[in-house]
């Protein structure tokens, strides 16, 4: 415990010296959330420093070990440094796809080579990634999917499309699930790499009903994508035809990315910041409504307290396989709450669309947007059937 005791010293010692005070704001918008890659430009001096002190430091991916950039940081030391930075509003440095999904994905599945090669540019922000999985028609039944590479030899001849690629328009790599054997529903899927510039590579934006969207639709057409990107560095993650495996342990992590929209800081003490809300603006909260937003903090409390015990089990390899569905759909039904409870609070004004007083219309834009989190990454509805046939032994399930 000393030791924990010490880095922790140090950890906020560190933040303090090093953190921009803006970096300790919450993001006003898009720009407001770096992404790295190839296009990737910076908002202000100040985030353009927090992405770099934390780039040279491993702090980008902290656990991940010092030779792919991270800190090496036990699982000990890598909580407290998320607490530290929660205690401080710090925001993440850099967002990355890579991080969330692909990274776990290489770290467990990837050759040497291949880990060295690509994870070191994710943690350095030089390569920003797309997720290639939904199809039209295969959503939640993913295995289902149609594009289909066809063998060349040393590389592969892909024709398909797939849907709500999140920033297909901005990525420079996509992790791509691809059919390679069509007499083998599951074994005959690859999870492969490739350039989002590779000529027959387009993508087309999709929009909401908030009025923007982060969601594109993907093309492609006659792409040729390499077996090998070098001596030990494939073109693929896993094996050939058993992409599948891969694809089902990155699904566990991209669900508890989506899940943390729900829970943890991002919700906690909603009521505090509503009673701030009201007196500022002269509107007294109706009684019953104080008693929902006290009803959302004891369950978003419990939900971080979840996520935490989770984690650290996953971590320790005790983790339940189920458990980050169960994630998923708690985290983001609370963000559906916790943005339809800011609409109710907020009365008439949360309707508006345009006005510089609710920033052009956040409020109602973000409580649409939030739709989405449940269907994205799996619906509702799919994790719950998973919940009840994988952990509740439910006949029938």
Not at 75 to 81: I, N, R, T
Not at 130 to 137: A, K
Not at 172 to 179: E, S, Y
Not at 290 to 317: C, H, I, N, P, Q
Request: charged share 25%.
């Amino acid at each position: 415990m000393s030791d924990l005791e010490t880095f922790r010293s140090e950890t906020k010692a560190w933040l303090e010296a090093n953190c921009p005070a803006e970096m300790r704001e919450p993001a006003r918008d898009e720009a407001d959330i770096y992404w790295g890659g190839r296009k990737a430009t910076f908002s202000s001096d100040a985030q353009k420093q927090w992405f770099e002190v934390c780039r040279d430091k491993g702090y980008t991916v902290p656990a991940w070990p010092t030779e792919y950039g991270g800190a090496g940081l036990a699982p000990a030391e890598a909580k407290v440094l998320r607490q530290e930075m929660a205690a401080i509003g710090a925001r993440p440095p850099l967002s990355s796809f890579g991080i969330w999904m692909l990274g776990p994905a290489l770290l467990k599945f990837g050759t040497e080579e291949q880990k060295k090669h690509f994870l070191t540019q994710i943690a350095r922000g030089e390569i920003r990634w797309c997720q290639g999985y939904s199809e039209p028609g295969s959503g939640s039944d993913l295995v289902s999917m149609q594009t289909f590479g066809e063998d060349k030899g040393d590389s592969w001849t892909v024709n398909g499309q797939k849907i709500w690629t999140s920033y297909a328009d901005h990525a420079d790599w996509i992790f791509c699930l691809v059919r390679t054997n069509k007499d083998d529903k599951y074994q005959g899927i690859t999870f492969m790499l490739f350039d989002m510039e590779s000529k027959g590579v387009s993508t087309k934006p999709i929009l909401l009903i908030s009025g923007s969207s982060p969601f594109c639709e993907t093309f492609f057409d006659d792409v040729s994508v390499p077996k090998s990107y070098g001596e030990n560095i494939p073109g693929y993650v896993g094996e050939i035809n058993r992409g599948w495996d891969v694809a089902k342990y990155l699904l566990g992590h991209e669900r508890e990315m989506i899940s943390g929209m729900g829970g943890g800081e991002h919700t906690a003490a909603i009521g505090a910041a509503m009673n701030r809300h009201s007196a500022k603006t002269g509107d007294e909260l109706d009684p019953m409504l104080r008693g929902d937003l006290a009803m959302f903090d004891v369950d978003a409390l419990a939900f971080t307290a979840m996520s935490e015990k989770f984690m650290d089990e996953m971590k320790a390899g005790k983790g339940h396989p189920a458990q980050p569905n169960m994630m998923k759909y708690v985290g983001t039904e609370l963000n559906k709450r916790r943005h339809e409870l800011m609409m109710t609070t907020s009365g008439s004004r949360s309707l508006e669309w345009e006005s510089e007083e609710t920033s052009g219309g956040k409020p109602s834009k973000n409580w649409l947007r939030t739709k989405a989190n449940s269907i994205e990454g799996g619906t509702s509805e799919v994790m719950l059937n998973v919940i009840s046939k994988r952990i509740l032994d439910l006949p029938g399930a």
